[in-house]
């Protein structure tokens, strides 16, 4: 029967291999625009800095570098990447800028077309585009204005149209890539030809005093500056103080199998707006100047009517000291908000204190919360309370149901709330949630089992000392219409947040090639308090890529081992290793070295 239905299944085998291989084109072909994206990037950087190993030192010189891409950002548009506090810009962030800032449209050709065409007719003259391009931005030569206006002046009346004016600058701007392009390719030349030279020399032998065989180098080597010296590279927009400002609440939380879990939001916009979007974490205690916090990100996705998340739109990459910011143009509709904090420092418990703390205390024929179990209970109301207001609504107290018993709170439920305990505009108050867990602590006559399942589920060991749960706040401004944003039950980031991590990663730069495949590629992302790297499988076969990190400084990974082997599917990019310093007061180095494993 196993042979029977093989044959029967034959044609429909065709038809998936047939989605397979158009699933493969889609693939190679976003693979192929990505290659593109990246070869423009480096040879613009190439033209301009000379090596991508040396960072921009000038807002002119990024200008320059846009230029060569057919980008013509205004100096208010620069002025988002390029602040008063930024002194260096990497190859990386020039490239993070680029896929940002889209090449020159229409109507911003049309936008400039008007300002030059003084008078309004229609035409600008030789005389007033050459003052312009003689005199601003990346200035050019008399002999070269004279050059570029001919060849677009095709009926030689020594003005240019709209028509002629576009074809002008498209043309200028494919003789510069070209021209860039080619410069980039003579270097490559060079390079590979010196690189051969010295293949061709005779090996050095052991008589020499030299191995001929060197051990195997780290490919990745990132040598990074204490995280506490470093200046924000970032400022807020000047007017925020005018703008809409909406905040919730969240938290991260690790469930029964330690995974993590968390509140996502959904976000509402009914017109286009600009947003400056910022998450760091909630401190319910003065901060004692022990161990570092958490990294918390905020990865924003698009999404549909029907609720189906899609691809990411931006994510909290800029670091402002403990805030993590974005700043974005975003179209009116829907999108995802998923959190996200890399696993470094947040990690499971290692075990739990034998001795439980006391949580209630019998007086006469009643039993009283006990002064501990009270200040746990307030910190469980501030994260609870999502949106700051002091009081809980029904689903903010949904929510917290959900998490810690897995029951909705009902009509019924909430009639009994509503009925007993204090309420402020129709919402729980702090005294009415203290009073409901005293009218529980009596319900039970003093067994303590059910508050101790609350305590857990809301990450408090034995010591009550709240040690696996990581509060947050999340901050939304808007400059032209107000968000509305729906706070979504605790729940994992899954293969969703895991494509959006790997996609931000692959945005940051160039692959390396894994040395023994063609097929396989690292991505590496820096930023100033994180290291991630991801690895990518072109191939259609699954692979594992391991990942030696072992030998980097004063580092800490989300992995149990700074040695992890990766698992990666088919046509598939996994995240390999998140790192972090383990004392942001020193220095840290990364060293990666990896090795596919057959």
Known sequence: MSRHRRSGSAGSQDSRRSSSHTAGNAKDAKTSKD?????????????????????????????????????????????????????????????????????????????????????????ITHNELAKVLTQRGEKMTEEEVKSMIAEADEDGDRKLNYKEFCQMLMNTSEKCKKKTSERMERKDRKQRKNRQDSIDKPMPSKKDGISPRPAKRDTIIINLQPVSSIAAKVTEPRNLKSWHHTQSKGCFHLDEDNLLISHQYVLEL???TALWLTVKPLHLKPESGGKPSPDISVYLLRQNDEAVVGELVTYTHMKNQQKYCAHRELKAGSYRLIPMTSGCRFKPREKHHSTKGQLTQKESDTYVLTKQFKNALTDIFEIVDLD???????????????????????????????????????????????????????DVEGDTDDLWVTLHSMGFNNRLELDQACPFIVDLYTDKCK???????????????????????MSAGEPTKVKGSKEVALHTQTTDARVSIAVENQGSSNISVQLNCSRSTNCTSNRPDLMYTVNVPARAVAVGQHLMPQDETRDWTVKCAESLVS
């Open 35 to 123: 290659a593109e994206f990246y070869t423009e990037c480096r040879a613009a950087y190439i033209a301009i800095v000379g090596n991508p190993q040396d960072g921009i030192t000038s807002k002119d010189q990024l200008a320059q570098v846009l230029q060569q891409t057919g980008r013509n950002p205004s100096q208010k548009t620069l002025g988002k990447y390029w602040t008063s506090q930024t002194k260096k810009m990497t190859y990386d962030d020039v490239c993070a800028v680029m896929r940002e800032i889209q090449p020159t449209t229409s109507e911003e050709l049309m936008k400039a077309f008007k300002k030059m065409d003084i008078n309004g007719d229609g035409f």
């Open 483 to 505: 968000a509305h944003v729906r706070a979504l039950p605790l729940q994992k980031g899954g293969v969703t947040l895991e494509k959006a991590v790997c996609a931000a990663i």
């Open 270 to 272: 009914s017109t286009a």
């Open 388 to 442: 700051s207001n002091g009081t809980l609504s029904r689903d903010e107290f949904n929510l917290f149901q959900l998490h810690t018993s897995g029951e909705p709170v009902d009509d019924d439920a909430w009639e009994v709330v509503e009925e007993n305990f204090e309420l402020k505009k129709g919402e729980l108050t702090r005294k009415g949630f203290m009073d409901l867990n005293q009218m529980e602590a009596n």
